[in-house]
């Protein structure tokens, strides 16, 4: 549900839920000015510091599986590039009959593959991705007739290897998007957020003085970290995205004119 929210929406949301914790810890705190005493504050103080230590944990945490998670689709896309690419190199050794529709058809499929990074909903998303699952199957067909005609041909097994890699990572693209942080995790980090702010407003509620401008900003530094988190884990929506240049690249020098 969360991956469907706009980054800029989840932002205001988080922002006044954390101000929210802000205002209630504190006014709770000054309810208890008057009856409490040191050792109380000092336990306070003792939970905030473990509180604020836990969220430090969990934002460290989270933030590492987010990247680890980025990476891998940098690196998947970097492989499905060479793929296809080596495939098209060795598309050429094969006889006229299979060379010609073998390296239209690969075009098309970066040209699909490109298209399937842009689309913006499940239709085109699903779309595409079937219609990259026919290529393959056509490309697959002249790997076969390639072999059939020649069983002993070194082009038409290197083509049948180039293609099973390329089979391979169709799948493993399709896995890259689909991995990313269990939503439940970030609900942990808003929930912990919140009460860690609370407890700040609480300790401020027992010493008589609000501290508004280190609180409001700890708790926009708090919202903000946790939006870049969420912003990194989303391969389709937000700012980071990860970068489409080695297919674009492929795309241009298959354009090219064959040496």
Known sequence: ??????????????????????EVGFRLGQRRLSRTNDPEKSHTSALQGAT???LALLLGFTFAMAVARYDNRKSVILEQANAIGTAELRSRLLPAAQAEPAGRLIREYVETW????AAND?????????????????LWKLAQEATTADPHSIPAGLFVAAMNDVIDLHEKRHRSILDRVPEVVFYLLFLV???????????????????????????CIIAMVLVVIMDVDRPRRGVIQVSQESMLRLHESLKAPSP
């Open 114 to 117: 490109l298209a399937f990074r």
């Open 122 to 138: 499940m239709a085109q998303i699903d779309a595409t991705e079937a219609h990259a699952s026919v290529i393959e199957n056509q």
């Open 1 to 22: 549900m969360l991956v469907e929210i706009s980054l800029l929406a989840l932002l205001v949301v988080a922002l006044i839920a954390f101000f929210i914790s802000l």
């Open 193 to 219: 957020s919140a009460f860690a702010l609370g407890q700040i407003a609480y300790s401020s509620g027992l010493s008589g003085h609000r501290h508004p401008v280190a609180n409001v900003l700890f708790a």
């Open 52 to 54: 604020l230590g836990l």
